[in-house]
């Protein structure tokens, strides 16, 4: 099929590169030159496992990159929106959906064929049936369902592993408001032979990803409720807590024996915190909608709260080795917001640094792959490492805040650095707490 695609952000690129890659004619739209040069010639303007390769691969063949979305939407059959939603702290911002929107029906009205435009972007329930259709409506002077047709496709690909999810998706939502705009968006996904789909409305489509990003959000929030507690009783490791828990036949299989503990699991675990582009932002968003209509969500309205604690707790677990901070340097790392990524959108060592900065202490970062991000989001203070060495040389104490690969040796780079009694506090229970001389960790008492 011949698909335009709006936006070339992590979703926009990686379902542009991926569908190209499974056989479509595609065409990313971007506003920005520079971004639309730089695919043009091969080279992603974000990181991504896999991505420069698979870019390459199609690009000039089966992908172009261009600013003129008016002749994309023209020279295709559907056009996905994959812009930005940001949350301004009361609701999600939907100009660049509205602008996508205002574009895409200008250029419908210039063509007699039928098109099908589908909202891939967060949006939060309504959204597309709404302000995206009367936009179209509106721009286009045509009419949905019986000239064009509107859809709702979220995503579910998780950053650092976005290829992996797109190429193997776990489901497929064919969000639409006729039986024709899903029967078109589910030709998009034809070569997607054996993954299950689910056909329904665009409302429920766009709570479905709401719906799945606040039950990971929820689990996160609970497992660190669950830790502070522990904590405080004493004598309780809530780690193995959760260990204990992932046991139950609800959360694993048995195989030859063994326990396989489901991939949920992996969102059931004491830690520093959730950060990113999309959880904290979605429920936030979640949370002001119900507001919005007179629904209070107590629930998620916790989940963010207990999130927002959790750095001060890192520091509270500090300050119990550490009482004095001021002049102590104290390394941190980890600065992406998870493994994998050079994200450091709502990054837990970002509220981390601030706190450490506010009490004199000078914060040495350091991070293997996000180190250029981070220092247009570091707080500002923060000084940099070139390698992980110079933090362990350099600092009175560690925060370990990202799951990187590379941090599972400490214990061993700690004994070859000659500091093996180092305090190490560690917000992602990553390393194993008897491998360590000077250890803690959220959870642990
Ligand atoms: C998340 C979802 O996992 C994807 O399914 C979804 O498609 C995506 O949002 C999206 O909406 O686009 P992502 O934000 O890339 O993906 O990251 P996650 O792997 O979910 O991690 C989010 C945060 O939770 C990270 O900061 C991670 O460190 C943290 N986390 C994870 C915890 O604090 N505790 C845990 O037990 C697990």
């Known amino acids: 099929m011949k698909i335009s695609i709006v936006g070339t952000g992590y979703v926009g690129l990686v379902s542009g590169v991926c569908l190209a890659s499974k056989g479509h004619d595609v065409i990313c739209v971007d506003v920005d030159q520079q971004k639309v040069a730089k695919i043009n010639a091969g080279q992603p303007p974000i990181f991504e ?8 691969s199609v690009i000039g063949r089966k992908l172009s990159a261009t600013v003129d979305l008016a002749s994309a939407v023209k020279a295709t059959e559907v056009t996905l929106i994959a812009v930005g939603t940001p949350f301004d702290g009361n609701h999600i911002d939907l100009t660049f959906i509205e602008q996508a929107c205002r574009q895409i029906g200008a250029a419908i009205a210039q063509q007699e064929k039928y098109h099908l435009v589908v909202v891939k972007s967060t ?3 309504g959204t597309t049936d709404g302000i995206v259709l009367t936009t179209l409506q509106q721009c286009s002077g045509r009419k949905a369902g019986r000239d064009f047709g509107v859809g709702m496709n979220p995503e579910f690909l998780a950053e650092g ?9 776990d489901r497929i939502i064919i ?6 705009s899903q029967q078109t968006l589910r030709q998009v996904y034809a070569c997607f032979p054996d993954v299950p789909v689910m056909e329904t409305n665009t409302r429920t489509a766009e709570m479905i990803k709401y719906a799945s990003n606040s039950l990971l959000a929820t689990l996160i929030s609970f497992s660190n409720e669950l830790a502070n507690l522990s904590v405080t009783l004493g004598g309780i490791d809530c780690t193995e807590v959760m260990k204990g828990v992932h046991l139950s036949e609800y959360l694993s299989i048995r195989q030859n024996g063994k326990s396989i503990p489901a991939k949920i699991t992996s969102f059931l675990n004491p830690g520093c915190g959730f950060g990113g582009s999309c ?4 429920v936030k968003a979640l949370v002001a909608q119900g507001r919005q209509h007179g629904q209070p969500m107590n629930l998620l309205d916790q989940v963010i709260k207990i999130n927002q604690g959790q750095p001060e707790r890192m520091i509270e677990i500090l300050m119990r080795h550490m009482p004095e901070l001021q002049g ?7 600065l992406a917001f998870k493994e994998g990524t050079d994200d450091m959108r709502e990054s837990p060592a970002i509220p981390i640094a601030k706190a450490l900065l506010q009490r004199g202490a000078c914060v040495l970062g350091y991070d293997p792959i996000a180190m250029n991000e981070a220092r247009h989001r570091m707080p500002e203070g923060t000084i940099f490492a070139t390698d992980l060495d110079q933090v362990i040389q350099d600092a009175d104490a560690m925060m370990l805040i990202t799951r990187w690969d590379e941090f599972r040796n400490l214990p061993q780079i700690l004994q070859d650095l000659g500091r093996p009694d180092l305090l190490l506090i560690d917000g992602r229970r990553l390393i194993d707490k008897q491998a360590v001389e000077n250890y803690d960790g959220i959870g642990l008492s």
């Not at 102590?328 to 980890?334: A, E, F, V």
């Open 49 to 56: 496992e896999g991505l420069e390769a698979l870019l390459q």
């Open 123 to 125: 949006v939060v329930p």
């Open 161 to 169: 592993v976005a290829i992996r999810d797109f190429m193997n998706p």
């Open 175 to 180: 969000g639409g408001i006729d039986q024709r």
């Open 279 to 282: 959880l904290p932002k979605d």
């Open 328 to 334: 102590r340097t104290i390394g941190i790392l980890g």
